[in-house]
């Protein structure tokens, strides 16, 4: 069992920067991912990007570029970093983690709603 909480969301104007936060309950799986996911209103929830365990990183190709995912494994906290914010970026954040993922996480990327365990989300708005 994982339990996360998202943080940082809030209001931006286009062009600018924002990182988001998610604090993760401790766990003893040694094998796991966690990833940003984000849902627009009207839209269906789509991958930004996910990092193992070993902190190899995988991103959508379509927020490679203005996004960037870490892990600090010693707080228990994902972050995402995200840059040159544009309008079409608003949206509900969430963070997810799947534990001894039996995909790759591409595949994960692509079908969100497998991902095993969800925080609450962290909202995104944008300014012009």
């Known amino acids: 069992q994982v339990q996360l909480a998202e943080s940082g969301g809030g209001s931006v104007q286009a062009g600018g920067s924002l990182r988001l936060s998610c604090a993760a309950s401790?766990?003893?799986?040694?094998?796991?991912?966690m990833g940003w996911f984000r849902q627009a209103p009207g839209k269906e929830r789509e991958g930004i990007a996910i990092?193992?365990?070993?902190?190899?990183?995988t991103y959508t190709d379509s927020m490679t570029g203005r996004f960037t995912i870490s892990l600090d494994n010693a707080k228990n906290t994902l972050y995402l970093e995200m840059n040159s914010l544009k309008p079409e970026d608003a949206a509900m954040y969430y963070c997810?983690?799947?534990?001894?993922?039996?995909?790759?996480?591409?595949?994960?990327?692509?079908?969100?709603?497998?991902?095993?365990?969800w925080g609450k989300g962290t909202l995104v708005t944008i300014s012009s």
């Open positions: 401790k766990h003893t799986y040694s094998t796991y991912y």
């Open positions: 997810a983690a799947e534990l001894n993922p039996p995909y790759d996480s591409t595949w994960y990327l692509s079908h969100p709603v497998a991902m095993d365990y």
């Open positions: 990092i193992d365990h070993d902190g190899k990183s």
